[in-house]
């Protein structure tokens, strides 16, 4: 099982509005990722938790609030976005010292700043 | 500073032919490499991957060649089929990087009947 969901599939929110974006995982996989893409763009890192630690912080405004409650869950807590925020918002996750890189993704949570 | 490149934007390939996608790297530290396929509105689907340690990995249609004197990789898909026709991202990590993964800009893969 490869399978990475994510929830909601879509969110339209405004300026002013607090939303969370969910991951969840069950592959016992111990890293896990959350990317941002824009429309015919590759998708850019924004946080990396491992053994759910955040590892890797982007540089991401701080409108943007990741959370992993457990090894299986990851959040973004979203908070005064800005309309360029808007695009599809991937989780990922992938094993931690097995000697294998690969990152297993969602099917992306599609967000629009009104 | 994009340290991996895929220069052609777009492919268009016959059905049953094959199809062939480039990407270059700048970074030499770079020891793993990925391809990745993606439909639109959809998440990336891992393909295949290759350790620096190996010059080919193959999986079913799918086969990798990485040249790493060259800096440069490619993705082999024989024979194209129609469901093939997607966005393909070719990435790149170094395995001390704690798992973050440079892409390519993406090559849009049409198979025409």
């Known amino acids: 099982d490869t399978e990475v969901t994510q929830t909601p599939k879509h969110l339209v929110m405004g300026m002013t509005n607090k939303k969370s974006l969910k991951c969840e995982q069950h592959?016992?996989?111990?890293?896990m990722y959350w990317y941002k893409q824009k429309a015919k763009k590759p998708p850019e890192l924004m946080f990396v938790?491992?053994?759910?630690?955040?590892?890797i912080n982007e540089s991401v405004p701080s409108r943007f609030s990741p959370e992993c409650p457990n090894s299986s869950l990851l959040n973004l807590h979203l908070h005064a976005l800005q309309p360029e925020d808007s695009a599809l918002y991937l989780c990922?996750?992938?094993?931690?010292?097995?000697?294998?890189?690969?990152?297993?993704f969602g099917p992306g949570t599609r967000l629009t700043v009104t | 500073d994009q340290q991996v490149k895929q220069n052609s934007p777009s492919l268009s390939v016959q059905e049953g032919r094959i199809s062939i996608l480039n990407c270059d790297y700048t970074?030499?530290?770079?020891?793993?490499f990925l391809w990745y396929k993606k439909y639109p509105a959809e998440g990336p689907t891992f393909l295949i991957s290759?350790?620096?340690?190996?010059d080919k990995n193959e999986d079913g249609r799918f086969t990798v060649f990485l040249n790493k004197s060259a800096k440069h990789l490619s993705l082999h898909i024989v024979p194209s089929q129609p469901g093939d026709s997607a966005v393909y991202f070719c990435?790149?990590?170094?395995?001390?990087?704690?798992?973050?993964?440079?892409f390519g800009a993406g090559t849009q893969v049409v198979v025409t009947p």
């Open positions: 990922a996750s992938s094993q931690k010292g097995s000697g294998t890189y690969e990152q297993y």
């Open positions: 592959m016992g996989h111990r890293a």
């Open positions: 938790y491992s053994y759910e630690k955040l590892s």
């Open positions: 970074n030499s530290m770079f020891d793993y």
């Open positions: 290759i350790s620096s340690i190996k």
């Open positions: 990435a790149a990590t170094t395995t001390d990087s704690w798992g973050k993964l440079q």
